[in-house]
């Protein structure tokens, strides 16, 4: 008889556990902040994981600047600027205003 009570116990322990969500939150539905999102960055996180290269035949309204892997760039701070960020092959990593 005593069993009963310690199965319904995990039961009820697994099943609160099912309903839990990850916590863990993604870029796709993390909320975009307008004011640091003036550049219209996260309308292009599309292009993560594609190649530098692959800006050169697109055309943007706003400044645009592509940041290869350990490069040096200036420190001046323009939110209206999109910035792609590229990794060690070439690829971008990262789309941000600033």
Known sequence: ???YGKIAFVATLMALAGC???GQ???ANAPVDPEMDRCGA???Q???GKPLTALETLRFEKPVRAIPYNSAVTMDFNLNRINFLGDLQGNITKVYCG
Do not use: G, H, P, R
Request: glycine share 0%.
């Open 1 to 3: 008889m005593k069993y």
């Open 20 to 22: 839990q969500s990850s």
């Open 25 to 27: 939150k993604t870029a």
């Open 42 to 44: 996260s309308e292009l």
């Open 46 to 48: 599309q292009y993560v």
